[in-house]
């Protein structure tokens, strides 16, 4: 798995050297060195005319790096300030760096392969530097921290921009370091500097900051790790300079890196959730209704044993939610068609906007208890309308859960006990009837060809029942189906859509997850759609090559199929035929062979597979595969919709 | 030729001339044809994109087909329905061949959860 490079040789002596005494250097700055000014200085400001790159470094003491050679040649204890940021990076438990290579950023990519072993954190290569993003995205919702990539400037952040974007909508944390030429000196490299890097995508980036002394970045580096990791979470960026990276350090006990500690999440205030407690025990019909609430197996329990405290339904919100409760609990639902809460609890919902308005129409409460309230975001509008809830709580709905929960046990009495069980029942008949009227729908159409979805997932569900399964893709092509067909019955099983509800992100974050369960024992497992595969083919190279096991099944209906209705109705609103919508939303002729794909990236790959019966077989020869430790895909040809 | 151009002016007037009840009998009339409403289901039309390739695995199934041909030449031209596009715009006789497609579809009882494994399986873990 490490790919460790044998041209270590090159930098022997010196190297070790530095090493040894950078490791004796490092613990002693984290704990009480005092702050002193770098030997690497700040790059000036360009006023007037800028200087070339060798005078602007030889202002800062620093230099090019044949000059810096001959000068490490002179001195053996100036080494690559890359090191120290290594150095830095390596205090942020980050297991691994996502990169498609890129000059801007070759002092810390040769740093991280040779002084920092490729290990933690490991590099992947990636074949676009949206499969960084994305890889990192579904990384972080299934490991529960961050992973980092790093991109060049311009360029690379471009191409990596849309999978922050869609981290951003899904607020997940991903420490995004940019390289940045920021005195280029050839019309190749003059298009990758920016006047402002981080404007590239602070749209979308909880915080960014420019490290052009070593000083700055050490700070900056442990900024960006606390802000994207405090609710509510977001990537974040650290542009650094290449001639920095690329400079010598000649004195490093000047040098320090800040101590990592994590802010607890915000907790709600006392009196606020105290009134939350009362007006959930005293409601007749309260409802749960949550977004992205479980950030870890904790909270999963946690939502359990609120909602089982008031044997209140639960019902995990729309397709940007987590899945953070049980999908068979019998209290997971809306409660029945009858049900009409008086009392409505939101977690973690930026928009609350309808419920809080049809509540005050019937008479009835809503309570948001939501992170969102700290973070109104930027430019993006996924924030939200605004809610005219009864009672608003600024701040992290799991954190806060265990002194409402606590409030909650407090206020109720033997009474009200006797009718939250009553009520109970009532909501667990109503589970039952719904469910199993799903699940006979799920019979229609079982034996046609394209194989139906509901089939698809039937089929793969039967056959992971008995693995500790995840599944790293979302669900917003397959309709309800995963969720009426699996069993979600860990914290574990599901993580959620893409957050922006942009195409691309199945594939990817599918290798992120199951990087992240990779040597867990979980077996994970993805339903991709083909325009999803097609936004990021070249991850499953990543996949094969870093032998990252996860079984990639293709829902392969040949098309964009959501829009065809979409144009179609558009065609017919203005009263020019339907029968062109299929212009621009239909992938056939050529028909394309996943299968092939895959192999040419190197995985066990079969299909397309368009009898029902022949669906089984092939998932399990793929999934012996998969079981082994590599990738597999089957490529299924199945109904639109 | 004057006798075929007059029977098109014809034909397109008189649906104009025709009280909605005649409209409506004369629409309930046609024939579809079962060949060429399959073509419009699948490839012109694209119904199979939400209703499935044979109308029965998607939302909502079509198969079995409760609406008379007048009514559903009707709702399709002008649904009801938020997601359904209308398809106002095409002719009667092509909306009455997809119908007779549909109707061609031999409506079969599918097999209940407990008769397929998987799916039982799915329903034991229900509580």
């Known amino acids: 798995m490490s790919e460790r490079s044998g ?99 070759d002092g810390l990519h040769e740093s991280l392969i040779n002084y920092g072993q490729n290990k933690k954190p490991e590099m992947l290569t990636c074949l676009h530097e949206e499969q960084a993003a994305a890889i990192s995205h579904g990384y972080a919702k299934a490991a529960g921290k961050p992973m980092m990539i790093a991109v060049h400037g311009t360029v690379g952040l471009l191409h990596a921009s849309f999978g922050i974007f869609q981290a951003w909508c899904d607020r997940v944390p991903m420490l995004v370091v940019v390289g940045h030429n ?78 990592l500690t994590m802010p607890a999440p915000p907790q709600g205030d006392t009196n606020a959730v105290k009134e939350a407690a009362r007006l959930l025990v005293n409601a007749q019909t309260p409802l749960i209704t949550i977004g992205k609430v479980a950030r870890t197996p904790k909270g999963w329990d946690l939502m359990i044993e609120l909602a089982e405290l008031l044997q209140a339904p639960v019902f995990v919100g729309t397709y940007g939610s987590w899945q953070d409760f049980p999908n068979r609990h019998k209290l997971n639902g809306r409660g029945g068609a009858a049900y009409r809460p008086d009392v409505t609890l939101g977690l973690e919902l930026n928009d ?67 009718a939250f069980d009553a009520r109970g029942a009532k909501i667990a008949a109503a589970h039952h009837e719904e469910r199993t009227k799903q699940l006979e729908e799920a019979r229609f159409g079982w034996d ?108 392969n209906n040949r098309g964009y199929q959501a829009e065809v209705m979409i144009v179609q109705r558009m065609c017919s609103q203005r009263g020019r035929g339907t029968e062109n919508a299929h212009i621009g939303t239909t992938l056939n002729n050529p028909d394309i062979d996943y299968t092939k794909i895959a192999q040419g990236y190197g995985l066990y790959a079969e299909g397309p597979v368009t009898d029902p019966n022949k669906l089984a077989p092939a998932l399990q020869r793929a999934l012996v595969r998969v079981r082994a430790g590599e990738p597999a895909l089957v490529d299924v040809i199945s109904q639109a919709r | 030729m004057k006798v075929a151009a007059l029977s098109l002016i014809v034909a397109m007037i008189l649906p104009s001339m025709m009280t909605g009840r005649q ?80 109707k061609s579809i031999p409506e079969r009882t599918p097999p209940s959860v407990q008769s397929i494994p998987v799916l039982n399986d799915v329903l034991k873990t229900i509580p």
């Open chain 1, 182 to 259: 920021r005195n280029p000196t050839s019309n190749i490299n003059r298009p990758h500097s920016a006047q402002d890097m981080g404007a590239i995508a602070r749209d979308y980036t909880k915080w960014d900051d420019e490290a052009t002394t070593l000083d700055r970045f050490a700070e900056a580096a442990v900024k960006a790790y606390t802000y994207g990791r405090t609710p509510p979470m977001g990537p974040t960026l650290l542009v650094v300079d290449s001639a920095l990276q690329d400079s010598r350090i000649s004195d490093r006990s000047r040098l320090r890196i800040p101590a």
């Open chain 1, 352 to 418: 609350m906007a309808a419920a809080a308005r049809n509540a005050r129409a019937g008479g009835g409460k809503t309570i948001s208890i939501c992170a969102e309230y700290l973070s109104q975001g930027r430019n993006i509008h996924d924030y939200g309308n605004y809610s005219e809830v009864d009672l608003a709580i600024a701040a992290d709905a799991e954190a806060t859960l265990p002194s409402l929960i606590e409030e909650i046990r407090r206020l109720i009495t033997p009474e009200k006990r006797t």
């Open chain 2, 23 to 102: 409209a409506q009998d004369s629409v309930a009339n046609l024939t579809g044809n079962v060949e060429r409403g399959k073509t419009l289901f699948t490839a012109a039309f694209k119904c199979a994109s939400c209703h499935g390739t044979t109308g029965e695995s998607g939302s909502p199934r079509l198969v079995p087909m409760r609406r008379t041909q007048a009514d559903f030449i009707r709702f399709v031209q002008k649904p009801t329905a938020n997601a359904m596009p209308a398809f106002g715009d095409q002719p009667p006789q092509a909306l009455a061949d997809v119908y007779a497609y549909i």
């Open chain 1, 7 to 105: 041209k270590s040789k090159n930098t022997g002596v010196g190297r070790r050297r530095f090493l040894k005494g950078a490791a004796v250097g490092a613990a002693a700055l984290v704990t009480n060195t005092p702050a002193e000014s770098a030997p690497a200085l700040p790059l000036p400001r360009l006023s007037v005319a800028p200087p070339t790159e060798a005078a602007a470094l030889a202002e800062m003491g620093l230099a090019l790096p044949a000059q810096a050679a001959a000068q490490a040649s002179a001195t053996v204890a100036a080494v690559p300030a890359s090191d120290f940021m290594v150095d830095v990076l390596k205090t942020l438990d980050l297991d691994y760096v996502a990169v498609n290579p890129g000059s801007a950023f």
């Open chain 1, 448 to 555: 046609v060809s394209p194989i139906s979805i509901q089939r698809m997932i039937a089929e793969l569900g039967a056959q992971i029942k008995n693995d500790d399964w995840s599944i790293g893709s979302g669900h917003q092509f397959t309709g309800d189906w995963q969720r009426v067909l699996l069993n979600f019955d860990k914290h574990h099983r599901y993580w959620g859509d893409c957050g922006g509800f942009g195409i691309g992100y199945d594939t990817q974050a599918a290798v992120g997850v199951a990087l992240a369960n990779k040597g867990t024992g979980r077996l994970t497992v993805a339903v991709v759609g083909d325009g999803d595969l097609n936004f990021g083919p070249g991850t499953l190279w990543t996949a094969a090559h870093h032998k990252i096991p996860l079984l990639f099944l293709v829902h």
